[in-house]
């Protein structure tokens, strides 16, 4: 009974997680939809990476901890902080620029409801 408990328990702080997670994330992807870029690290600016290191940490720090449960707990890794972390970085050609793929983001998170655990 006393590992169900605890199971049950870590459970429910994966899930606070996500969700602080998600809402971390929106916070960030709203400030870059209204034209703050980094976030995507889009440019590789030395600059713009320090100025926006500490919404990046805070979201490794976030996403690391759920990922800790999620292993703990038999689960999948977090699939919103993966899908975030393939979208960073140097973008192809025809790329749209960041304030445009942060829109996409919250529309997409809006439309899904998606905290895709």
């Given at each position: 009974?006393?590992?169900?408990e605890?199971l049950?328990?870590?459970?429910?702080?994966?899930?606070?997680l996500?969700?602080?997670y998600?809402?971390?994330?929106i916070?960030?992807?709203?400030?870059?939809?209204?034209?703050?870029?980094?976030?995507?690290?889009?440019?590789?600016?030395?600059?713009?990476?320090?100025?926006?290191?500490?919404?990046?940490?805070r979201?490794?720090?976030?996403?690391?901890?759920?990922?800790?449960?999620?292993?703990?707990?038999?689960l999948?890794?977090?699939?919103?902080?993966?899908?975030?972390l393939?979208?960073?970085?140097?973008?192809?050609?025809?790329?749209?620029?960041?304030?445009?793929?942060?829109?996409?983001?919250?529309?997409?998170?809006?439309?899904?409801?998606?905290?895709?655990?």
């Amino acid at each position: 009974m006393a590992r169900g408990e605890r199971l049950a328990r870590l459970d429910e702080r994966r899930l606070e997680l996500e969700a602080e997670y998600t809402v971390e994330l929106i916070a960030a992807l709203q400030a870059t939809a209204s034209g703050k870029w980094g976030l995507f690290d889009h440019n590789g600016d030395r600059w713009t990476r320090v100025a926006i290191a500490p919404v990046i940490d805070r979201l490794g720090e976030i996403g690391e901890a759920i990922d800790k449960a999620r292993a703990q707990l038999d689960l999948q890794p977090f699939e919103l902080q993966q899908q975030f972390l393939a979208a960073r970085g140097k973008p192809g050609p025809q790329a749209v620029g960041e304030p445009k793929q942060a829109r996409a983001w919250l529309d997409r998170l809006a439309r899904t409801g998606d905290s895709a655990s």
